[in-house]
């Protein structure tokens, strides 16, 4: 019934797939920081190995509309370019506290 769309990205890229994400209907999101490392990632400087600053961006949203969105979230974010990150999604067997998208159902 519901899906947890998740994108990994560069730090500032957040509110352009926000924009999208609004564009396309979701309600809500959860952005948080994280540091990540990937073959993308420049040689270690003086021996130390730099991280980049990522954003993470944790959606739920009706399973009719994930493979939509997800689409969205590609574009405005670019991920279909080498380093810019990652969009994956995974179904959930049970939500509680979206009162109200299940009213816009009733």
């Not at 994280?34 to 993308?40: E, L, V």
């Amino acid at each position: 019934m519901y899906r947890l769309i998740a994108a990994i990205i560069k730090r500032g890229k957040a509110d352009d797939l926000i924009d999208a994400a609004k564009q396309a209907g979701v309600t809500g999101a959860t952005i948080f920081f994280a540091r990540g490392t990937s073959i993308h990632e420049p040689n270690p400087f003086l021996g130390i190995r730099l991280t980049s600053e990522r954003e993470v961006v944790f959606m739920v949203v009706k399973q009719e509309n994930a493979e939509d969105l997800l689409e969205r979230l590609v574009q405005a974010g670019e991920l279909d370019q080498p380093g810019n990150g990652i969009a994956f999604m995974f179904p959930l067997e049970s939500v509680r506290g979206i009162v109200h998208l299940e009213r816009k159902r009733e």
